[in-house]
């Protein structure tokens, strides 16, 4: 891991983190990446809600702490994907920690993340479009407890500095 601290203050924080006992590893967890791809995956991609379609959820649908879905037609992107694009495209709905992957330069933050909690959609899949990472545990599910307090941590100033 390469870090450049900016500042004496940079420095004694990325000291006092490296110091806490545990990482995501260690926990269980891993970060992946949304794996819908929408250019490759066009055939796929509806806008329109259908007993054959789950939720695709984009960086746009994360906010601090929350997942906001749908956004409606103010939206000119697909909300939807077929379950048909099947297990490499699509993942269980389930709970997880959401970061965006990319920032505008013009937000205040550089880490935006929310706890997508199963029970909020009512699909046994879900989509995540790539510009979205995902914290997850491989071997069972997160709790809504460690989704949420994860969130909270990744929200934090501490952790944006």
Do not use: C
């Not at 490499?88 to 389930?94: G, I, M, T």
């Not at 013009?106 to 995540?128: H, N, P, S, V």
């Amino acid at each position: 891991m390469l870090s450049l601290p900016t500042s004496e203050a940079d420095l004694r924080l990325m000291t006092q983190i490296r110091r806490w006992p545990n990482t995501l590893a260690s926990l269980g967890l891993e970060v992946s990446t949304g794996p819908v791809v929408p250019f490759r995956t066009k055939q796929f991609l509806t806008k329109n809600q259908a007993d054959t379609s789950v939720p695709l959820l984009w960086l746009q649908h994360v906010r601090a702490s929350e997942v906001s879905w749908p956004l409606g037609d103010a939206f000119r992107k697909h909300e939807h994907i077929l379950a048909e694009a099947g297990p490499k495209l699509l993942v269980p709905n389930a709970n997880y920690v959401l970061l965006r992957r990319f920032s505008a330069k013009e937000e205040a933050r550089r880490l935006t993340a929310a706890a997508l909690l199963g029970d909020q959609f009512d699909t046994k899949l879900i989509g995540l479009e790539n510009h979205l990472n995902y914290i997850h545990r491989p071997e069972k599910e997160l709790s809504a407890a460690e989704a949420r307090g994860l969130t909270a941590l990744l929200n934090s100033k501490l952790l944006d500095r």
